[in-house]
Each structure stands twice: as C-alpha cells, then as structure tokens.
C-alpha cells in the first residue's frame, strides 16, 4: 500500500491550502482514512479522518474539511483561515476498517502559515 501527500506550500494567515493523498495497493473503500500533522517540537496530533463519517480535532473544525473520492482513490483536506499555529508537516494515514490503529503512512508534505 503506497499514500502519497501533496499539496503543501507556505501561505499567509488567513490564507487557504487544499492538500491530496493518493492511496494506491489495496481497495480504498475498505480503509478509513485519516490527517495528522506534526509541528517542530511537538508530538503528532490527530486532525481528522473520513470513513462513513468525518471526524475533526477541536482545533481545526469550521476551518478545515477532509473530503475522500473513491472513484480516484483520493482524499483531501481543504484548509481555510489558516494561522500560524497550523504549521507542520501533514501526514495522511489509513488503516483497514477490520483494524483499529493507523498502520499506513504517507510521506508528510510541509504546511507553512507566515504570521
């Protein structure tokens, strides 16, 4: 199983990114998808998954929305009024729904929000 993230970049507070992360290897519609993100210095914090429903973290919901399209195997994380605080690397993750843990990872893509 492979995932790719894309979509990263740096943008002024306020600003708005929409990140993708392709998944290719096994049948989509059977994995739970999910974004986390990691600031210098911080742990990995979850930001919100999609399977028959969409989860957020506090600090992100209103602002961002995570979208998936089984026919491209694709999810998204469309992110608006970024700020500062929502620099860090952004993963996206999967794990099968007969499992409970997140076990796949892509390769993270930089979100930088300029104060």
């Known amino acids: 199983v492979q995932l790719q993230a894309s979509g990263g970049g740096l943008v002024q507070t306020g600003g708005s990114l929409r990140l993708s992360c392709a998944f290719s290897?096994?049948?989509?519609?059977?994995?739970?998808m999910a974004w986390f993100r990691q600031a210098p210095g911080k742990e990995r914090e979850f930001v919100g998954s999609?399977?028959?429903?969409?989860a957020y973290a506090d600090s992100v919901k209103g602002r961002f929305t995570i979208s998936r399209d089984n026919a491209k195997n694709t999810i998204y994380l469309q992110m608006n009024s970024l700020k500062p605080e929502d620099t860090a690397i952004y993963y996206c993750?999967?794990?099968?729904?007969?499992?409970?843990?997140?076990?796949?990872w892509g390769q993270g893509t930089q979100v930088t929000v300029s104060s």
């Open positions: 999609i399977f028959w429903r969409v």
């Open positions: 290897g096994r049948t989509f519609s059977n994995y739970i």
């Open positions: 993750a999967a794990h099968h729904r007969a499992r409970d843990e997140y076990d796949l």
